[in-house]
């Protein structure tokens, strides 16, 4: 059986250097609830990439799902980062890395 994610490949906005404290707060609040959801795989920050802020791994049930999540990041409502959602197709042992 196909297994997949989805990458939420968060992009700074021209506005992203404004971002206020409440916002980051409202971020990290959304990544624990996420967490405490079972919906978050993984997440981080990117270190040496200009315009690319970070990433969320969604586990979703759909793309609709990791979509809607998306459109609630407090860094997208807020105007200060946009974002790409990328269909991941998960490879690993049970399914012989894709061969």
């Known amino acids: 059986m196909e297994q997949l994610m989805y990458m939420m490949m968060i992009e700074k ?23 405490d959801e079972g919906k978050l795989e993984i997440c981080g920050v990117f270190k040496g990439y200009p315009g690319m802020a970070g990433m969320y791994i969604l586990k979703t049930e759909s793309r609709e799902e990791a979509e809607a999540i998306c459109n609630r990041e407090p860094l997208v409502t ?10 991941l197709q998960i490879a690993n042992r049970e399914n012989n890395y894709l061969l």
């Open 13 to 35: 906005s021209k506005t992203y250097n404004k971002v206020t404290k409440k916002v980051i707060e409202e971020h990290v609040e959304n990544i624990r609830r996420l967490d």
């Open 78 to 87: 807020g105007g200060f980062a946009t974002y790409k959602l990328v269909t």
